[in-house]
């Protein structure tokens, strides 16, 4: 039976500990020269603009053997209203796993139902299930351990922040989320979590929250999509930003992550992003080894 990835809940936590283990030995270099997918085929359909996700897939894909072919998925028939069904049951004659980023999540869950090959999510506007994978790993390496570590999450609880709630859910993790009124995560997934024994709660002071705070963690403002709330956005949250001074409030070794693109100078400053404490560059790293790690285990 083909898996899919839409969501990190389409792991167990033992499968989740199992693919962070993995990528960890794949950046290390082992099996360096073992080409498991070598003669596959691996579209990333993307109507959405990305860096880390299309790049990091695309130099994966091949280092594993295969071969990825990129398409804005405006380009395919689907933009001239072609369905995802129909599109769905003919590409998987050709392809052996879709990595797509789009808007609706039910597109996704369209997609995957009417695929027989595995269907990855690289990003919907409520999950990002990719990038909680190398936020996990980044976790593992930087303080060693994920168990009742504390992630306090400054912002919009968006599509980031949906997906490091399912993190902790399956990690043991412990989440505080500071988000403004009206704009927290996904009720769904936040009280599932809760209801399964995860340590998330939502507050809305920033500066209570970052308290014992072991990582610190933003996201932008404005995620794709909602570029006509800018103006409405920017006021509620400002005073939402990692600055020195609500850096200062957390434990003194706390890392902060942002899963990049950042707006510097909104949720993030350059003082911070650019400090010592600052893990972001190796966090977007590990989007290459724990999605060669998902590619290995869901491509057959
Ligand atoms: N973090 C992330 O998904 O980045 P991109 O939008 O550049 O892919
Ligand atoms: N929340 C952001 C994440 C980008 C990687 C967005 O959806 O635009």
Known sequence: MKKDFL???????????ALINRASELKIGKDLSACPLIGKSIGLL???TSTRTRISFQTGIYQ?????IYINTNDLQLGRGETIEDTARVLSRFLHAIVIRTYEHDTIITLAQNSSIPIINGLTDLHHPCQALADVLTIQEKKGRLKDIRIVYIGDGNNVANSLIEAAQLTGIDLVLACPHGYEPDKTIYENARSRGARIKVVANPA???KDADVLYTDVWISMGQEKEIERKKKKFEGYQINKRLLSLAKPDAIVMHCLPAHRGEEITDEVIDSPQSV???QAENRLHTQKALLEALVK
């Open 7 to 17: 969501t990190l809940l389409d792991v167990t936590a033992e499968e989740l500990q």
């Open 280 to 282: 972001v560059i190796d």
């Open 46 to 48: 993307f109507n959405k």
């Open 64 to 68: 594993l053997g295969a071969q990825a």
């Open 208 to 210: 209570e929250a970052v």
